[in-house]
């Protein structure tokens, strides 16, 4: 028992070690771009003044406030502590700490995009089952269809589908907005609107965000689903093939409860580590959801980012998410190693 404690808890440090450097290499090759795309001080103090009208002191003031004429590794050794402590300087867009912004974006796409990931598992679980237990009929056959065409499609124009058959065309859930634009937010007590709405027991407005999250979510989860149904029905016919799978059907077990009560918890486990790549996509997938749904999150944040030209608001945006693909990467792992015993902890 002891041993097993022991080597958990070296399993933990070094996966925890992994996530630091990944994490420091992320943080490197955002520096590294940063200097190619602005090579010079002038340059990079353009970018935070973020206005084409300035003075020759002024720039020279944001190089010495910002140490920009600083030899690279003093600049990088700032840069990194300036990550570490959330510091990103002024948006140059709205001469705000970035930090403000992003506290305020965040909880708003990571709120629906919880939703999409629990959802596209769910989807792609119960699919990928089905596949296995009908494998090489008419089942199966409908899913690979189905999820291969949800693959293949861009997700802006999957969006934009849903967008017009149920919003424009069906007039069932409505087209934009996160809700509805005359009824007034809660006062944001977490950041995050359904839970400040049911805090404040603001259920008209919770009602409101629920309907316009549909769409957004759901967009998502088609999206992505094919990944965990392909891994699910891979996994399921891996286990369906074990001999003691196969002496629990020679004894009578229908094949209903072989599959829940067996079959299901056995191939379930690599679809914990899946769920970690499947939150990076998700994250990514927002940016442009975000856009066609008017959803201000993020993602509507980070696009309307890059179409300004703010490089301070990108390059936070770009560590925050990398940041939260590794921890979702490190949560994945610490599950995996709990879920299945027999994994080696290495």
Do not use: C
Not at 30 to 49: C, D, E, G, N, S
Not at 132 to 140: E, N, T
Not at 233 to 259: H, I, N, P, Q, T
């Amino acid at each position: 028992m002891k041993s097993m404690q022991s080597n958990f808890i070296f399993f933990l440090i070094r996966r925890i070690i992994n996530a630091l450097v990944t994490l420091v290499l992320l943080v490197l090759l955002v520096f590294v771009l940063i200097h190619v795309i602005l090579p010079t001080p002038q340059a990079m103090a353009k970018v935070y003044i973020g206005s084409q009208h300035y003075t020759t002191a002024e720039l020279n003031s944001v190089i010495e406030r910002y140490g920009l004429n600083q030899p690279l590794y003093v600049q990088f050794f700032r840069y990194v502590i300036d990550v570490f402590t959330g510091n990103f300087g002024l948006d140059s867009l709205y001469k705000v700490p970035e930090m403000q912004l992003l506290d305020k974006f965040i909880p708003i796409t990571l709120e629906f995009v919880l939703i999409a990931t629990a959802l596209q598992v769910v989807i792609g679980v119960f699919a990928g089952g089905v596949a296995a237990m009908y494998r090489g009929g008419v089942p199966d056959w409908i899913i690979k269809v189905l999820y291969l065409i949800a693959w293949a499609a861009p997700v802006f124009l999957l969006a934009t589908l849903m967008q017009f058959a149920f919003a424009y065309d069906l007039k069932v859930l409505p087209a934009l907005n996160m809700a509805n634009p005359v009824l007034v937010p809660p006062k944001p007590i977490t950041g995050y609107p359904l839970i400040d709405a049911a805090i404040e027991g603001d259920w008209p407005y919770f009602d409101s965000l629920l309907t316009h999250m549909v769409l957004p979510v759901l967009a998502i989860a088609i999206a992505g689903f094919g990944l965990t149904t392909r891994i699910m029905r891979s996994s399921a016919v891996e286990v369906f093939d074990k001999d003691y799978v196969k002496l629990a059907y020679m004894k009578g077990l229908s094949g209903g409860k072989e599959f829940f009560g067996t079959v299901f918890r056995n191939a379930l486990i690599p679809i914990v580590t899946l769920t970690a790549i499947q939150f990076g996509f998700a994250v990514s997938g927002a940016v442009v959801i975000e856009d066609v749904f008017l959803y201000k999150g993020m993602g509507f944040f980070l696009y309307q980012s890059v179409t300004s030209m703010d490089y301070v608001a990108i390059i936070a945006t770009t560590i925050i998410v990398g940041i939260s693909v590794i921890i979702a990467n490190f949560a994945a792992d610490l599950l995996y190693a709990v879920v299945d015993p027999r994994v080696k902890l290495e």
